[in-house]
């Protein structure tokens, strides 16, 4: 067991877990943030996805001993009142059904835009779909990507 | 045991300043009827208390398809509720409710019921209102979560209302709306629980914490029949946080204090599972079956005809449709929490038939389903 000093939507933490324990589990069970979701462990499936600085990253993929000293933001930590860009979009443009993925997607879609903040549909859906919705909303997370960077565009223009 | 009807019993008690009306496939009754004690047992049941907020309790599971949307539009439709002000309740199972998920049958089913319930409790609403203001019913009108008297301007609120409403006769075929007066049915409705999943609020089976849980990881045979040949036992029992391994007639457990000692303590049990006999299932060899029995002599199931005016046949098309044998494989990994203490067990697992489930835990441990109402114990599914 080592002690795990990071920092997640602005609060810095400390607690105990072995080297080898997923960031995932450490947002879920030992800070009991459960927005960030757990689907396949090996980093496949995208449903861990949070964001350091901005990029995605999956959770599932970094093991404690290197968690220490970085800062990330979950679904919870991306807006106070669901007010970011990308949540207000996903709602406009009626995109989740059973939900349980679309964490993982904003948090993947927020790391495109910080990267390519106007993405064409073959890049959106590229990236996208290297990430697990069994229920299919990919046509609608395009389109409410599209609306959430139209709209980042303009605030800062 | 919170079975539905204690809870609606529960809730039909406190309905001292609110209106209560239970409903299942093809009665509707309110909740202070004496009779409600002796016999219904309803699926679902609508609550408006006096500060306006209407609750629908309904045992209807959401799983991607909108059904706690859907339904909510239906009661809002009839009732002429404020949209907004409707908050949806899981109904919980008991030994003689029906609560079900499954065939496509949510929206079939609580059509006619749901409308019912909005449609009489609006009309007692009514009735209410007009009591009240000492004029004809039929001056006042139910609109947006309201009772308005037009000719004078009156308008009182659902919450303010409630008390009396629930002391007039529940009618038994209220009126139903015209298909061409609905300002909701058939009218884009955003997502009742849309804000909450873009927010991480959404809560799902495998969310549920109970302090001092334990976490469990089973590894599941490949194929029906499927035999241990090897495992390291040991290893998994080394692994920190590991409490115990349970050896099932399909599967092994790992019980941990932690879910990622639970997943290592799984990966280090290294199982080696025995070869498939030659006559084990196999995809290939049952669609050849089904090929093969699709040129035998059948019998219809179901032949529908053209409605009459339907021109001639122009063309035909003919096609073979296959389904296979797909892992359902939803991102959310199947999982269920039990808190078992003494003769109670509660239980969260995001099911489609939280009944059946009860039903097979209850044998399991040798606990009643459904215990007599004065003892509050024994399952609860959500």
């Keep these: ?157 | 045991m919170i079975t539905s009807r204690r809870a609606f019993l529960k809730t039909a008690a406190l309905s001292g300043a609110s209106l209560v009306i239970g409903f299942d496939g093809g009665r509707l009754l309110q909740a202070i009827d004496a009779s409600v004690a002796g016999s219904f047992q309803p699926n679902g049941w609508v609550c408006i208390n006096s500060d306006g907020t209407i609750i629908l309790t309904i045992g209807k599971c959401e799983m991607g398809q909108g059904v706690r949307t859907s339904l909510a539009m239906i009661l809002a439709e009839e009732l002429e509720a404020e949209w907004t002000r409707i908050k949806l309740l899981q109904a919980k199972p008991s030994a003689d409710s029906d609560l079900g998920t499954g065939g496509s049958d949510s929206m079939a089913s609580s059509w006619k019921p749901l409308r019912q319930a909005g449609a009489a409790a609006r009309e007692m609403l009514i009735t209410a209102a007009a009591t009240r203001w000492k004029v004809d019913r039929g001056s006042c009108k139910a609109v947006d979560g309201a009772i308005e008297h037009s000719a004078s301007g009156r308008r009182l609120d659902y919450g303010s209302l409630v008390a009396d409403a629930a002391k007039v006769q529940l009618p038994e075929n209220p009126p139903l709306k015209n298909a061409t007066d609905f300002k909701i049915i058939g009218h884009r409705t955003a997502r009742i629980d849309g804000p909450d999943i873009v927010s991480g609020k959404a809560r799902y089976g495998v969310d549920v914490k109970v302090p001092g849980m334990l976490y469990a990881s089973l590894e599941r045979p490949p194929f029906l029949g499927a035999k241990v040949k090897n495992l390291r036992e040991d290893n998994a029992r080394a692994v920190g946080g590991v409490k115990s391994v349970i050896k099932l007639p399909r599967g092994i457990v790992v019980v941990a204090n932690s879910t990622w000692s639970a997943i290592k303590g799984r990966t280090a049990l290294a199982v080696e599972w025995s070869e498939p006999p030659k006559d084990a299932f196999d995809s290939d060899a049952h669609w050849k079956k089904l090929q093969t029995a699709s040129r035998e002599t059948g019998f219809v199931t179901r032949e529908e005809k053209p409605p009459s005016g339907t021109g001639a046949i122009t063309k035909t098309i003919d096609a073979t449709y296959y389904y296979p044998f797909y892992a359902h494989a939803p991102v959310e990994t199947m999982n269920c929490v039990a808190d078992v203490r003494g003769n109670r067990c509660t239980i969260w697992a995001p099911t489609q038939a939280p009944e059946r489930l009860q039903k097979q835990v209850a044998q399991l441990l040798g606990i009643a389903p459904r215990r007599q109402s004065s003892d509050p114990t024994s399952l609860v599914a959500r």
């Design chain 1, 1 to 157: 067991m080592s002690k795990i000093d990071f920092t997640v939507n602005g609060t810095r933490h400390v607690v105990e877990a072995d080297d080898d324990t997923p960031l995932l589990w450490l947002i879920r069970d030992n800070l009991g943030l459960t927005g960030t979701k757990f689907g396949c462990g090996v980093g496949v499936c995208g449903a861990c996805t949070v964001l350091e600085n901005g990029k995605a990253v999956r959770a599932c993929q970094v093991p404690a001993s290197e968690v220490s000293s970085r800062s990330f933001v979950t679904i919870e930590g991306l807006s106070s009142d669901g007010s970011h860009p990308c949540q207000r979009a996903w709602l406009q443009e009626e995109v989740v059904q059973c939900g349980y993925c679309q964490a993982g997607m904003i948090m993947t879609a927020c790391g495109l835009l910080q990267q390519y903040p106007n993405p064409s549909d073959e890049l959106i859906d590229n990236v996208m779909s290297d990430s697990v919705c069994r229920c299919g909303t990919y046509p609608r997370m395009r389109k409410a990507i599209r609306r959430a960077a139209d709209e980042m565009r303009t605030k800062k223009q």
